[in-house]
């Protein structure tokens, strides 16, 4: 299957800081990826890429091809009309993505009346359809709150209907359950693989919680330090993890096995972005870490002996879970 | 929490048999909270009039042991915040009691007060906002022996200072960094030596690992538990966090709008929970390999929690309640032992 988005070895950096340091992934038309990384790992950054949202100044390089179109080769322009229209984003706070003084219904109905020239009529009707689509209830009143009347979870599912408002063939989702309780969190990525099983659209993923990812994820992409270090399906990645980082997270989270004396964390913090350490970008808080980790940064490489597309940056995959 | 039902966090029942056994305080008890409300006034948007209350805190009581760590879960709009917040002093109760080490604290004199709130420290969730950005971490560190002369004597503040920092994880030779020169995991360290400067006996942790990442909440934890097992201190742990809760408590309290739906022994509320509201709330944790185990069959809970402002008749959960009858809608269900521990659900159990 051609895949609907195509990453190659981007790199993004601002100044003297490399946020993005060559990274590559595809995402399958109706297939969920998952990028995962903590603080400061550009996974919110790769997505912005992609987006065209980078703030000017960001030296962008590589390639980006979103249905056979590299998005970097063409005019920033050209980017901007498949925003909203083909490829559509939701992000982790829905209150500061949604203008306070507009009312729901007319920012979701916003792009069709826009873009497509439907009447405010036309677009009131079609915001209703999203809203109850989404599963707000009492869409036709509910059409003329402001944002503020809405609970968080209801937000996010205002920017949901306002991100699905022109049928895109991939959405982007930012951490979109992050700000939001558990129970709240179950429904709306409930939500999320019910619309795409509907839709068929391409899901990409950010967060940094690895249950989330285990729950709706066909892919997971790890970033650390800018890099890809690890990705596969995601059961094959969190049943045979082949980096250390990967390792180091699955062992942090207090799992559902209940209280161990002690959770294992991975030593140390994330890199300055500043100064980068030399070889591998986590050598410092490795515990496999040898001579040549310190010396040679390790290129992503099929795992030798695994299935789906399973790989690894590290020198020593074989060392971990060994 | 004992299975016999003979527990000091089990409330008085108005209306009860008279006959039932009055439950004595256990010795070892070192934080009372009964019947506690925690309210605000709703005002007008013009002139500022009191329009309404809400209780954020509606009627909570339980029991805190030494060296133990309850754990108070619950959603936005729980009050678990709030009830903290009570406790510590930075939120009026309108009713109820707290009752530290013998003192009732929303009673006790200015004086007594001030003695008794060296003795319960906080940290808060957000070690970026909690922390005076024009301070060096050892002026966060001495402020508390500023304010409290007796606990330290200032020719001995470099060394604690140094023992402090070291004994959360940090170099004694940063003491004259700022917050900003930390990373967040770091300057959580520094709350928690900040808290630990007056040598309290509680410690209440307001979501201390939620705005810090997964490699590092660990790290964070692990601290905690070793400076609990190394200065016999009491932790009341407040999180919406499930899984975390269930690494680091001894108890657990579930609360909904208000009040507590259920209490029980770690191990009990995670293999039997017996409220609806605990049942949804395990099965909508994420698992890290839902492949592997079965886990909890899932309640989806539709709906937001209702406003605290107009909070529903009868059991206060009932209108997400998947099994809901009629009755939940007139009587409120107490906190009573039913079945296994106290659950606060018509539907789980005759009350004994």
Known sequence: MEPLLSVRDLRVRFGPVTAVDGVSFDVLPGETVAVVGESGSGKSVTMQAVMGLLPRGAEVTGSIVYDGRDLLARPIAETRKLCGTELAMIFQDPLSSLNPVFRVGRQISESLVRRRGASRKQGRAHAVDLMRRVGIPDPERRVDDFPHQFSGGMRQRAMIAMALSLGPRLLIADEPTTALDVTVQAQIMRLLADLRRETGMGLALITHDLGVVAGVADRVVLMYAGRVVETGTTREVYDHQAHPYTEGLLLSVPDDTGRADHLVPIPGQPPNPLRPPGGCPFHPRCRYAIDVCRADAPVLVDLAGRPDGHRTACHRPEAVGA | ?352
């Not at chain 2, 056994?21 to 019947?35: F, G, H, K, N």
């Not at chain 2, 705005?211 to 660990?218: E, K, R």
């Open chain 2, 1 to 352: 929490m004992t299975a016999d039902g003979a527990d000091p966090a089990t409330p008085v029942i108005p209306g009860e048999r008279s006959d039932a056994v009055p439950v004595a305080i256990q010795t070892d008890t070192l934080l009372s909270v009964r019947e506690l409300r925690t309210g605000f006034p709703i005002r007008s948007a013009l002139l500022r009039r009191t329009v309404g209350r809400i209780d954020a805190v509606a009627g909570v009581s339980f029991d805190l042991r030494a060296g133990e760590t309850l754990g108070l879960v619950g959603e936005s709009g729980s009050g678990k915040s709030t009830i903290a917040r009570t406790i510590v002093g930075l939120a009026r109760a309108s009713s109820g009691s707290v009752v530290f080490d013998g003192t009732d604290l929303t009673a006790a004199g200015p004086e007594e007060l001030r003695r008794r709130r060296r003795d319960i420290q906080m940290i808060f969730q957000d070690p970026y906002a909690s922390l005076n950005p024009r301070r060096t971490v050892r002026d966060l560190v001495t402020e508390g022996w500023q304010i409290h002369p007796d606990v330290v004597p200032r020719r001995r503040w470099d060394a604690e200072v140094a023992d402090l920092l070291e004994r959360v994880g940090l170099d004694p030779a940063h003491a004259d960094r700022y917050p900003h020169q930390f990373s967040g995991g770091q300057r959580q360290r520094i709350g928690i030596a900040r808290a630990l400067a007056l040598r309290p006996r509680l410690l209440i942790c307001d979501e201390p690992v939620s705005a810090l990442d997964v490699s590092i909440q660990a790290q964070v934890l692990n601290l905690l538990s070793d400076l609990q097992r190394d200065l016999g201190l009491t932790y009341l742990f407040i999180s919406h966090d499930l899984s975390v809760v269930r690494h680091v408590a001894d108890r657990v309290a579930v609360l909904y709008l208000g009040t507590i739906v259920e209490e029980a022994d770690r191990d009990d509320i995670f293999a039997a929970p017996a409220h609806p509201y605990t049942r949804a709330l395990l099965s909508a944790v994420p698992r890290l390999r839902p492949w592997r185990d079965t886990g909890p069959a899932p309640v989806p809970l539709t709906g937001d929690v209702p406003s605290p402002a107009h909070p529903p008749s009868g059991c206060r959960f009932r209108t997400r309640c998947p099994v809901a009858e009629d009755r939940c809608a007139t009587d409120v269900p107490v906190l009573v032992p039913r079945g296994g521990h106290p659950v606060a659900c018509h539907l789980a159990g005759d009350p004994r």
